[in-house]
């Protein structure tokens, strides 16, 4: 291997620089070029692809976002595309490529590598942990930090007026930020998308026991939760309980941004590292996740679409903790 490719796609995540700036320095200190492919899919339809070198890292493992950006690609879908893309990566002899998204970027490594010679390992930057085969993905621990500290200021404005707030999250398809931010900020309730925890069930605990005399306090609600949005729970809980004053916070793309935590640096570095010895050690179309402190290769086929369930364990205790 002379030469590989980095690029970021999908939705941005804290840490992903920290990703990048691991695996340019693991291949510069095994003598192999290293290419950055700026914007995604659509910059290697593009040509956006620029070399890098140590000077290009320097000084980025503690930004948010991404400094090779990120796009969707529509015409990466098409054959045309995949076909610009390939001739752009031929000329400059990159036949191997790290990979740094969610299962959207992996549908298309898995796509494109069907049809040419490339070799793709993956690297899951998301920050909804929705990922089979890694623990945790690059960023969900700074978003969850994120959350936890705009929810706990959210508190004090809660408490002074006694007021309920709705605080929506990101996770469409996933709870993994809703439940865990649920917890560490003492909410009331967690609704996400994994439970059939629907507003009735939620109705009945703002009603029983200590609830009664409170009227504050906080529901962290999943975007995809299969009760709706934070603003039709609202409503609802509105309508059945008007001595509830209910206000709502969209915390949306904030949870994106951020310097990254120390775990998230730490964890980025490890698979950014690992990464470029996968491609060393002949690995192709699979994502490098960490289990139990260990590297886990998982297939493309795998690892989209596809994520664990949440914690029966997890579940019982904010039942438990918030009743």
């Not at 796009?71 to 990566?89: I, M, P, Q, W």
């Not at 609704?191 to 200590?210: A, C, H, M, Q, W």
């Amino acid at each position: 291997m002379k030469s590989l490719a980095v690029f970021t796609s999908g939705g941005d995540s804290p840490g992903m620089n920290a990703t990048i700036r691991a695996v340019v320095r693991t291949a510069i200190s095994k003598e192999i070029k290293v290419y950055g492919i700026y914007d995604g899919y659509e910059g290697m339809i593009n040509n956006s692809i620029v070399e890098l070198n140590t000077k290009s890292v320097a000084n980025i493992i503690h930004k948010g976002g991404t400094f090779l950006r990120s796009s969707r690609s529509e015409a990466f879908k098409t054959k045309e595309g995949r076909r610009k893309a390939f001739d752009n990566l031929n000329t400059l002899n990159i036949k191997h490529i790290v990979a740094i998204g969610g299962d959207g970027t992996f549908a298309g490594a898995l796509e494109f590598s069907k049809e040419y010679p490339i070799s793709v390992v993956g690297l899951p930057g998301t920050i909804d942990n929705d990922l089979m085969g890694t623990d945790y993905t690059i960023g969900y621990d700074t978003a969850l930090n994120t959350v936890v500290d705009a929810v706990d200021k959210i508190r004090d404005t809660a408490n002074s007026h006694n007021r309920l707030f709705i605080v929506e999250v990101m996770g469409k398809d996933a709870g993994f930020v809703a439940l865990r931010s649920g917890i560490a900020s003492g909410a009331e309730a967690a609704l996400v998308p994994e439970t059939n925890i629907y507003t009735d069930t939620l109705f009945k605990k703002l009603k029983s026991g200590r609830r009664e005399d409170k009227t504050s306090g906080i529901v962290i609600v999943a975007e995809g939760n299969n009760s709706g949005g934070a603003y039709q729970i609202a409503d609802k809980i509105t309508q059945n309980y008007p001595n509830y004053e209910v206000r709502v916070t969209v915390l949306g793309h904030i949870q994106r941004g951020g310097n990254p935590s120390a775990y998230d640096r730490v964890l980025a570095s490890r698979l950014g590292f690992g990464a470029v010895n996968a491609l060393l050690d002949g690995k192709k179309n699979i994502m490098l996740g960490i289990l139990k402190g260990e590297y886990k290769y998982t297939p493309f086929e795998k690892s989209l679409k596809h994520h664990d369930k949440l914690s029966p364990y997890l579940l019982e205790l904010i039942s438990v903790l918030s009743s």
